[in-house]
């Protein structure tokens, strides 16, 4: 009987211990910026690198809370992301997001577009079903003089259902996730990224400071919350921790 009794109790410590292994002040650590979109587009990290909203608004969040995340029109919504000045040559990072996405056939939407040395794009692509992009998402990685694409077809979110998307790189890999699942990842390229230009969410412009040929699309048709980045690699334990809170 006691011997039975030393097991659950050895039982129930271990699994307090697996519990407590991620402490939510440890997610503070490296992060770069912060958007948890609180009725506002302000950066909560500390470095107030806010954000410039254009023809957004605010409305519910997964928990069906007023003005705690943001929502795009697909036509001329977006935010501009200012220079990340503490974002400068990285070899390890991590960016996660939380997105509602409204797909639409043949439509191309861009969920964040970082500027600098080397270069991030999150997109997803939602075109007619049977095609080979259809419902994929795409992360193209700038190398310098070339492009390393980073991605994998998902299932297509329900309608009013949130996708826990997450992207980064460590030593060993760069690495894609989707609710808390790690879907892809390729070998580490250890190129250094800087985005001390900054960039935009939810929309691309291309051809930047061209006047006769920048342009704005892709705009993404949906809602955007809790947008984290950090200059560091996220363990796949912190990134089940912000999946499986809703954070």
């Not at 023809?55 to 705690?68: G, H, I, P, R, V």
């Not at 692509?125 to 095609?131: K, P, S």
């Amino acid at each position: 009987m006691r011997t039975s009794a030393w097991w659950c109790l050895l039982f129930l410590c271990l699994c307090a211990c697996d519990q407590e292994e991620v402490n939510p002040s440890d997610l503070e650590s490296g992060l770069v910026a912060y958007y948890p979109f609180n009725a506002s587009t302000h950066d909560e990290s500390g470095n107030n690198y806010h954000l410039t909203a254009h023809n957004t608004t605010f409305t519910q969040d997964y928990s069906l809370k007023e003005n705690k995340a943001i929502s795009l029109n697909g036509q001329t919504a977006g935010l501009d992301v200012p220079g990340l000045v503490k974002a400068s040559k990285l070899t390890h990072f991590t960016i996660s997001l939380w997105a509602k996405p409204t797909l639409v056939l043949n439509k191309t939407f861009c969920l964040l577009s970082l500027f600098g040395q080397g270069g991030i794009n999150m997109d997803v692509n939602a075109t007619e079903a049977g095609m080979l992009s259809a419902n994929r998402l795409y992360v193209p990685m700038s190398e310098g003089f070339g492009i390393k694409p980073l991605s994998q077809l998902i299932s297509a979110p329900a309608p009013g259902t949130w996708v826990h998307l997450v992207m980064g790189q460590s030593d060993e890999e760069t690495f894609l996730y989707a609710n808390g699942v790690k879907i892809k990842s390729i070998a580490s390229t250890q190129v250094p990224l800087s985005l001390e230009t900054g960039g935009t969410i939810g929309y691309r412009i291309i051809n930047a400071g061209n006047p006769e040929l920048e342009r704005q699309e892709d705009f993404f048709n949906g809602v955007l919350d809790n947008l984290r980045i950090y200059n560091r690699s996220l363990s796949s334990k912190e990134i089940d921790y912000l999946f499986s809170r809703k954070d």
